[in-house]
């Protein structure tokens, strides 16, 4: 065996594509996490409720009152339920204990990504069934059922796009699939207009999934749960290890499902009302929205890993997806909805910074001109810029050298304003940029800046900072680090950018 031969042969595993959606490639400063559509956090008064016994982590999963308070509030046996850690183990058994090779699992597309991996590893036949507008494509879906087919998928909200399904497909699904099973995957059920758990529980064939990760706040415990057929939730219990979701994890679902429900209505409603303003703004912003029914917005229409940086390099990560599902749906971004007053103003800003900006501020030294005070742009880039944005100059230099600069390059015929040693303390210290902005008469801007000082002072401001891309390796991951939206390697790249924008730049 050769040093580079595997220890262990390769599996089917190693054959399933990385296919999620990508996230933030600026990670060390995001700090308002809007990827991932996790709920609101519970109260302090729950945590405060928690029984505080150690038995709770030491000790095995006991009991079945989980089960016990969900069946109740169904209306079902608690034979039926079946807790697993989190909708993710669920669907992982569901799949793993109806699928094979010869059987077919038709599922429309794009959806929540891991039913995709958990029908590769089972080896099934995965039928994909083009999913990129509203409504759910019941007659697609329907012409492929065959005999052979073991499984079809209802994600409703659906994962990312936000479309739903309705009661009366989950009926016709159901009818078509006497011989089989129908997951109806209502994760985000809580922010629907319509709850599809009634339809799924009024068939014979359906394995219904919730979960406490979105609207109860339980993503980091790591609880959901399946109603199932007798048979199907045996199964289900069979298709792993005996224990899933841990006691205290139970614990807290359980106290969550009891004594929360005007809690959750209220972060509820509060992410319908923002999501629909959040669908506006998107539009505004030149951005198609999709109709949304989840915590969540997805959007399309624009170049989706520019605006994933945009925002990361505000400190706000959502999530950008590109399609390789066959389902033809273009590219797009998914936003979570904060359900939140000033995590949502705050979006809306970067939105607008991000997607509108009004002006470039430029760093005088290191990007227009080098410290041996020789130009490092040409005047006809610096041109196009300010054809497109005004440009504004920040500099620690005093204003007589900074101008002198200016004139002697030919680049003071295009900037707006230049904010100097005089006008406040330089980065990182954001006054500089709130100044030149304040003279601008304007909000939202782009920065472009070659240091990690000059980004932190952006970020500080509300502006999207942008960096010079240095010759040092190194350089550019402290940069990238730091914040840095995009590095580019010469001025005209920005000119790019904005031409990826809506041309009739909003005001904000």
């Known amino acids: 065996m050769s040093a580079m031969d595997p220890v262990l042969p390769l599996g089917k595993a190693d054959r399933i594509p990385q296919t999620f959606g990508t996230l933030p490639g600026v990670g060390a400063n995001i700090d308002l996490r809007l990827d991932g559509n996790q709920g609101r956090a519970p109260a302090p008064e729950f945590w405060a409720r928690l029984s505080s016994d150690p038995e709770l982590l030491r000790g095995y999963p006991a009991g079945l009152a989980l089960e016990h308070a969900i069946a109740q509030r169904y209306g079902v046996a608690p034979e039926r339920v079946f807790i697993g850690a989190g909708a993710d183990e669920v669907l992982d058994r569901l799949c793993r204990s109806v699928l094979q090779r010869g059987r077919r699992f038709i599922l429309p597309v794009p959806t929540f990504e891991m039913l995709v991996r958990y029908a590769q590893l089972a080896e099934c036949e995965l039928v994909r069934v083009p999913w990129v507008d509203a409504p759910y494509p019941l007659a697609a879906v329907l012409r492929e059922i065959t005999k052979s087919t073991a499984l079809v998928a209802i994600v409703s909200p659906n994962n990312p796009t936000g479309l739903v399904a309705s009661a009366s497909d989950v009926a016709a699904v159901a009818s078509a699939m006497r011989h089989g099973l129908v997951l109806v995957d209502a994760a985000y059920a809580e922010f629907a207009d319509e709850d599809l758990s009634a339809a799924a529980l009024a068939e014979p064939n359906t394995v219904l999934v919730r979960t406490f990760s979105k609207a109860f706040g339980l993503a980091g415990l790591r609880v959901g749960y399946a109603i199932a057929p007798l048979h199907v939730a045996a199964w289900l219990r069979a298709a792993g290890s005996p224990f899933t979701a841990g006691r205290f994890a139970r614990q807290a679902a359980l106290l969550r499902l009891m004594t929360c429900e005007g809690e959750v209505l209220d972060y509820t409603r509060a992410v319908q009302k923002q999501r629909g303003e959040l669908a506006q703004l998107m539009t505004r912003l030149g951005w198609q929205a999709l109709p949304q029914q989840g915590n969540f917005v997805f959007v399309r229409g624009g170049d989706a890993l520019l605006l994933r940086d945009l925002l990361a390099g505000l400190g706000i990560a959502v999530r950008a997806f590109s399609f390789t599902d066959g389902s033809g749906a273009e590219p797009g971004v998914r936003i979570t909805v904060p359900g939140e007053d000033a995590p949502f103003a705050r979006l809306r800003r970067a939105l607008h910074a991000a997607l509108a900006p009004q002006a470039m501020l430029l760093d005088l030294l290191g990007v227009l001109v080098g410290t041996g005070r020789l130009p490092l742009v040409a005047v006809d880039d610096v041109a196009a810029v300010a054809r497109i944005l005004p440009v504004g100059v920040v500099t620690s230099l005093p ?37 030149a902005l304040l003279k601008l008469g304007m909000r939202d801007a782009w920065h472009l800046g070659d240091n990690v000082v000059a980004i932190k002072a952006a970020r500080a401001s509300g502006v999207v900072p942008i960096a010079v891309e240095p010759a ?3 350089a550019s991951a402290l940069l990238r680090d730091a914040g840095a939206a995009r590095l580019i390697g010469k001025i005209t790249e920005l000119c790019t950018l904005l031409n990826t924008l809506p041309r009739q730049l909003p005001q904000a």
């Open 399 to 435: 204003r007589r050298d900074c101008m002198a600069l200016l004139e002697r390059h030919g680049f003071a015929p295009h900037v707006r304003v230049a904010i100097c040693a005089e006008d406040g303390p330089s980065s990182p210290d954001p006054s500089q940029m709130q100044a």
């Open 472 to 474: 040092d390796p190194s």
